[in-house]
């Protein structure tokens, strides 16, 4: 077997392998596009193939899953998620501005609109697994690991479904199929929000202890292992334990379960912080990967250089930064810029500034490819003035976040596009305890030892002592927006601190540069026209079709 992303099969045998044993009553012949379920249990390799690409979604719209099927999440696919967010916007739309400015509805979910259809597919297929795996002829460990990966699968979709819709619709075992009566209404009806993240940590909590913490193949890189499990669940209960999931307000004794979750990952001691931050994001093997996507040449996503790179280069510019996250990086002596002493000088904007603003954001005068990224205008050759302006930021910035200086921008077909994406880090978690625990009993030396690990390896000051409570999480959620840049944390997490209607509802700022000789001005501009974000919006909306395609028995989320 090769490596876990290369074996996809095609989506028909998603669609027909539990359909597969009809028989013509006219005609006694061999499918040759399903697999019979028979097959499927006898071979135990084959089956094992099949638990793999449940790692994997069927593509369900338009730029999703270049070179392969979406994962858990937008991953590289065009369009970030982070430009639903105030971190960038994306250069070209693809069906992002409209979310970006509160035009979110059942008919047009945008690239949010297939969450919902493939999560559920990908549940029955997991439910259908579990129903035939005890009679599949495995070795009995064999067996039970297997069984963890369809838990673990089952719950990072139930995950995806509770963090994007709250109350949905909890199917349990259960394998559905086209002939099954639905008049009764049961498999349409939502269950709470409590009893969802419930589910999801049960089931984690279940994998976990089957689960191994490491494989020894390279070609099992990518499969959920316990620590994996233990850190998605300790990410759903930091969600479960914050403003959104409490009507508004704070439960300490949920702030203190998140926090030993959160631990328990810490305290498995497998995980560290990689040495560095800038080149961590091209490292296939490093020990702060907890669960991550990983790519092969003949099945890459999106060819990042090409699609996110400066127009002057022959890129697409397609993600680009706002100024909204490049003014939340603090300067190099530990303060925001907003503060007197500081040293920030907003005609000399980029000095000094914390290294992780250099690692993750190309800006006028940055050095990439052998010369000076150049936004001014007039002339900047990255600027609209530039060759192929139609592709040129309209905020001023560009993505240096995963970008490969290895990789050709021209023609990088089949030989680019092979960077791992991390879905969960143990920076990521680290972060998680300082904020629970923080929430949980003020700012201890515990909340400054994880934070301050994080700082100290991106080349930052430790934060000052003496901070209060509420001082500590506004710079725990600052050091979150920097150092999970663009890795689809933004958006979940000001949505549960409830701070998304005011963050999202500001102007997507950009920069405007101007040179008049050696002279430059540097004057903020608002790139993304419109932003705005309403009450409703911290829920999605199921897809109409959903509800359509349940005779209105699905209950649709509120003021929609």
């Known amino acids: 077997m090769k490596n876990i992303i290369s074996k996809i099969f095609p989506a028909t045998f998603l669609l027909f392998i539990a359909l597969a044993g009809c028989e013509s009553d006219f005609l006694d012949i061999t499918p040759t596009d399903r697999i019979a379920e028979t097959t499927l249990i006898a071979d135990s390799s084959l089956f094992e193939d099949f638990v793999i690409n449940r790692y994997l979604g069927v593509r369900l719209q338009n730029k999703e899953g270049e070179g392969t099927n979406p994962g858990f999440g937008r991953g590289f696919e065009y369009a970030l998620w982070s430009a639903l967010t105030d971190e960038s916007m994306y250069t070209n739309d693809d069906n992002t501005w409209l979310i970006q400015r509160g035009q979110l509805s059942p008919e047009n979910l945008g690239i949010a609109g297939t969450i919902w259809g493939r999560s559920y597919r990908s549940i029955r297929e997991c439910n259908y697994a579990l129903s035939i795996l005890p009679d599949v002829e495995i070795s009995e460990s064999s067996r039970t690991r297997l069984e963890a990966e369809l838990k673990f699968i089952r719950a990072y979709r139930y995950f995806d479904l509770v963090r994007n819709y709250g109350e949905v619709v909890l199917l349990g075992d259960k394998v559905y199929g086209l002939g099954d009566d639905f008049s009764d209404g049961e498999i349409y009806e939502k269950s709470g929000l409590s009893d969802g993240v419930d589910y999801v940590v049960a089931q984690l909590t279940e994998a976990a202890s089957d689960l191994p913490s490491t494989y020894t193949s390279t070609w099992e890189k990518g499969r959920a292992t316990k ?66 996507r990983y790519y092969v040449t003949g099945a890459r996503h999106v060819c990042l250089e090409i699609a996110y790179g400066p127009n002057g280069y022959g890129g697409w510019g397609g993600v680009t930064p706002f100024q909204n996250l490049v003014d939340a990086y603090e300067m190099s002596n530990g303060l925001p810029i907003d503060d007197a002493s500081s ?124 901070l209060s409570q509420s001082e500590m999480r506004d710079r725990i959620r600052n050091e979150r927006q920097v150092e999970l840049a663009f890795e689809e944390h933004r958006y979940y997490d000001v949505r549960r601190w409830m701070t998304a209607d005011v963050v999202e509802n500001e102007p997507g700022y950009g920069i405007r540069i101007t040179k008049d000789g050696d002279s430059y001005t540097y004057e903020r501009t608002v790139a993304l026209t419109g932003r705005s974000f309403e009450t409703q919006h911290y829920w999605l909306p199921i897809p109409r079709e959903e509800i359509l395609a349940s005779d209105n028995q699905l209950e649709q989320n509120p003021n929609y």
Request: hydrophobic share 35%.
């Open 227 to 292: 620590g994996a499990a233990l850190a998605l669940k300790a990410r759903m209960l930091l969600y479960d334990a914050s403003p959104l999931y409490n009507d508004g307000g704070s439960v300490t004794s949920k702030w203190t379960v998140a926090a030993a979750a959160a631990k328990a990952v810490m305290d498995l001691n497998i995980y560290s912080l990689y040495s560095d931050y800038g080149s961590l994001f091209l490292s296939e093997d490093n020990d702060e990967s907890i669960f991550s």
């Open 343 to 466: 040293g920030y000088d907003d005609q000399n904007p980029y000095v000094n500034r914390d290294p992780r603003f250099y690692a993750t954001i190309l800006y006028d005068g940055a050095e990439y490819r052998g010369r000076e990224v150049e936004t001014f205008i007039p002339g900047g050759k990255d600027s609209k003035d530039g060759s192929s302006n139609w592709n040129t930021s309209k905020t001023g910035y560009y993505l240096r976040k995963w970008m490969d200086d290895d990789n050709p921008i021209d023609n990088p077909w089949n030989v680019a596009g092979l960077q791992p994406w991390p879905y969960i880090r143990y920076a990521e978690v680290l972060l998680s305890y300082a904020e629970a625990q923080n929430e949980a009993v003020g700012p201890d030396q515990s909340v400054y030892d994880a934070i301050d690990e994080i700082r100290e390896r991106a080349g930052m000051p430790d934060l000052p002592t003496g």
